[in-house]
């Protein structure tokens, strides 16, 4: 799919391609940057998707529709829950109490309190049993029952019983497990290779690997975990990004640098804030204005934006006090709201 950037008219939204050129008139007055080809905009006070023509799925009328994995959306109507296709057509009928999105060819779901796996077709293959299971990766998903936490295949067996509260899904050969709201990793052995010792929050980053490292949060400090499931990084920094293109923007005293996966200073503390590097540029912030920079710490984007998001397919938004513009690499403007 050619990326497509949300933009702002007139206080409504729309979105342009990488050109700059309009591909969707600003008429929203909510929607989302598209995600597996859809968008989701509010229409008649409710969230539809809507493809990358501008072509809504109205068939039919749902309190909540999720994103699209695997050419199905899950989709609320009243208090039970069914899929829609791409097309907005409804796959599966609504009837579940609770449903996931799709991975690997199934989904998580629930009736009467228990929670089992149905395939595209809306058959249970793995019957409700559990008080609560995600989403399948590598073949493994993550379950829970009264008295402990592990994960099944996809004949529902179950692969590994662990004495924890809770388990997440794998990345490569490393899971988090849960305990007492704190995480910990283990692998597919079921060795324990990090007691559960770091804060766990809800919509934060736990565990989540990128660029090999793990933000770890403990004692209201940031550190990272790697790969093998060792502190890389013990927790030190009043604030943290994860790591991109081997940078990490960290906060020490109050100012924003970056670091090295081994914790050297990559480039200065300076900055009183920073964002991740991508396509080799990272937003950051000096004398309240931010610019971009280079891996160097060399100035490529002059600093004079009241805010500033990485880079992505070619553009990077910025936005003045009253208008958003979206800039190329080398600074110059491919799209700017007119006030």
């Given at each position: 799919?050619?990326?497509?950037?949300?933009?702002?008219?007139?206080?409504k939204?729309?979105?342009?391609?990488?050109?700059?050129e309009?591909?969707?008139?600003?008429?929203?007055?909510?929607?989302?940057?598209?995600?597996?080809?859809?968008?989701?905009?509010?229409?008649?006070?409710?969230?539809?998707?809507m493809?990358?023509?501008?072509?809504?799925?109205?068939?039919?009328?749902?309190?909540?529709?999720?994103?699209?994995?695997?050419?199905?959306?899950?989709?609320?109507?009243?208090?039970?829950?069914?899929?829609?296709?791409?097309?907005?057509?409804?796959?599966?009928?609504?009837q579940?109490d609770?449903?996931?999105?799709f991975?690997?060819?199934?989904?998580?779901?629930?009736?009467?309190?228990?929670?089992?796996?149905?395939?595209?077709?809306?058959?249970?293959?793995?019957?409700?049993?559990?008080?609560?299971?995600g989403?399948?990766?590598?073949?493994w998903?993550?379950?829970?029952?009264?008295?402990g936490a592990g994960?099944?295949?996809?004949?529902g067996?179950?692969?590994?019983?662990?004495?924890f509260d809770?388990?997440?899904?794998?990345?490569?050969?490393?899971?988090?497990?849960?305990?007492?709201?704190?995480?910990?990793?283990?692998?597919?052995?079921?060795?324990?290779?990090?007691?559960?010792?770091?804060?766990?929050?809800?919509?934060?980053?736990?565990?989540?690997?990128?660029?090999?490292?793990?933000?770890?949060?403990?004692?209201?400090?940031?550190?990272?975990?790697?790969?093998?499931?060792?502190?890389?990084?013990?927790?030190?920094?009043?604030?943290?990004?994860?790591?991109?293109?081997?940078?990490?923007?960290?906060?020490?005293?109050?100012?924003?640098?970056?670091?090295?996966?081994?914790?050297s200073?990559?480039?200065?503390?300076?900055?009183?804030?920073?964002?991740?590097?991508?396509?080799?540029?990272?937003?950051?912030?000096v004398?309240?204005?931010?610019?971009?920079?280079?891996?160097?710490?060399d100035?490529?984007?002059?600093?004079?934006?009241?805010?500033?998001?990485?880079?992505?397919?070619?553009?990077?938004?910025?936005s003045?006090?009253?208008?958003?513009a979206?800039?190329?690499?080398?600074?110059?403007?491919?799209?700017?709201?007119?006030?």
């Amino acid at each position: 799919m050619t990326p497509l950037y949300k933009i702002r008219e007139k206080g409504k939204f729309g979105f342009i391609n990488r050109q700059g050129e309009t591909v969707i008139e600003p008429q929203y007055y909510e929607a989302e940057d598209f995600y597996a080809g859809f968008s989701r905009i509010r229409f008649n006070d409710k969230l539809v998707p809507m493809d990358a023509l501008g072509r809504l799925l109205l068939k039919h009328t749902f309190n909540h529709v999720g994103h699209f994995c695997e050419g199905l959306a899950r989709a609320q109507l009243v208090l039970r829950w069914g899929y829609i296709d791409t097309r907005g057509n409804l796959a599966i009928d609504v009837q579940f109490d609770q449903a996931g999105d799709f991975n690997e060819g199934l989904a998580a779901a629930a009736n009467n309190g228990l929670y089992g796996f149905i395939n595209q077709e809306g058959h249970w293959v793995i019957k409700p049993q559990f008080e609560w299971a995600g989403p399948f990766q590598q073949g493994w998903a993550p379950v829970a029952w009264l008295k402990g936490a592990g994960f099944v295949d996809k004949q529902g067996k179950i692969v590994l019983e662990l004495p924890f509260d809770k388990c997440l899904p794998f990345q490569k050969d490393l899971a988090v497990v849960l305990r007492n709201r704190q995480w910990g990793l283990i692998n597919r052995q079921a060795e324990v290779l990090l007691q559960p010792q770091f804060t766990y929050k809800e919509g934060f980053s736990n565990g989540d690997f990128h660029g090999g490292f793990a933000l770890a949060h403990r004692d209201e400090l940031f550190g990272y975990v790697n790969l093998e499931g060792q502190i890389a990084i013990a927790p030190q920094y009043q604030s943290a990004g994860t790591f991109h293109e081997g940078l990490a923007p960290v906060k020490v005293d109050g100012t924003y640098g970056f670091i090295r996966p081994d914790n050297s200073t990559a480039i200065p503390f300076q900055y009183q804030n920073a964002g991740i590097f991508a396509e080799d540029l990272a937003p950051v912030q000096v004398n309240g204005s931010w610019g971009f920079i280079n891996v160097k710490g060399d100035w490529v984007i002059e600093p004079k934006f009241a805010q500033a998001w990485p880079f992505e397919n070619g553009l990077a938004r910025v936005s003045t006090h009253t208008r958003w513009a979206y800039l190329d690499h080398t600074g110059a403007v491919v799209w700017a709201e007119v006030v």
